[in-house]
């Protein structure tokens, strides 16, 4: 019964992909009656609603257009604004702004960020607690409870390659005879050393302790949970084709 469930899942996904919603949502109501626990029957389902929903709502606003074209189509409006000079949609944008009012995202990043709102985990880790595990590790975990919701999955990858932190400490003074200390203590004799920069692996060395399990949570808060509990300042961005975990440089005093 689980593959033949399995099976209208697909079928109802390709439909949905199609465009063909009332069909989509038939047979993926047949795979609920089959397996009513079915994750992915569930998500899709929530989705061919959405899809529905949005048409109606766009009918619904193109009657409401007609109308009132109905209404004004005798109206002449003036047309004295025409000749003047066309303002510069800039304008009105401060040079330090960098983020746009708007922001234009491709097909594969609206798919992510769709999954990130609509992808409900009943409890992660799946397999209990997880204590001091690597980024490494969560990860894993994390894609395949994606792929057991939406077979496409999402491709989640870490960017090893700029992970650095800084480590400070007090030294000795030794023409002023301290001995180390307090920098601030005018007697101490202790100075602040210059920072170093430390090379450091998010992949393995971010600890990860998530105890008790998360119960009834979307992708998305379960990516900023992991990033508010890590261990080492680290941040993650959607891209068109999946999601990149990055260190996040320590933000200064």
Avoid at 4 to 10: D, F, M, P
Avoid at 138 to 144: N, Q, S
Avoid at 167 to 183: R, V
Avoid at 209 to 214: C, G, N, R
Wanted: charged share 20%.
């Amino acid at each position: 019964e689980k593959i033949q469930a399995a099976t209208l899942v697909q079928d109802g996904k390709l439909l949905y992909e199609m465009a063909r919603y009332d069909q989509a949502e038939a047979k993926l109501r047949q795979a609920l009656k089959i397996d009513p626990s079915n994750r992915g029957a569930s998500y899709y389902m929530v989705l061919v609603q959405e899809a529905k929903n949005t048409i109606q709502v766009k009918k619904r606003d193109m009657t409401s257009r007609e109308a009132i074209k109905n209404v004004t189509k005798d109206w002449v409006a003036p047309t004295a604004h025409e000749s003047l000079t066309v303002p510069n949609p800039l304008a009105n944008v401060a040079p330090t702004n960098s983020f746009p009012t708007r922001i234009y995202a491709g097909p594969g990043r609206m798919r992510i960020h769709r999954l990130l709102q609509n992808i409900q985990l009943d409890r992660f880790p799946a397999t209990g607690m997880a204590d001091a595990i690597s980024l490494k590790e969560i990860i894993i975990e994390l894609a395949g409870t994606i792929e057991e919701i939406d077979p496409e999955g999402i491709n989640i990858i870490i960017d090893q390659n700029t992970g650095q932190i800084q480590q400070s400490g007090i030294g000795l003074d030794p023409s002023q005879g301290g001995f180390g200390g307090d920098p601030n203590d005018p007697f101490g004799g202790g100075f602040p050393q210059a920072q170093e920069e430390t090379d450091v692996n998010i992949a393995l060395e971010v600890n990860i302790t998530i105890e008790p399990p998360l119960r009834n949570i979307t992708l998305g808060q379960l990516l900023e949970i992991i990033v508010k509990i890590s261990n080492i300042p680290i941040k993650y961005s959607v891209e068109d084709w999946g999601i990149m975990f990055s260190h996040a440089p320590a933000e200064g005093p």
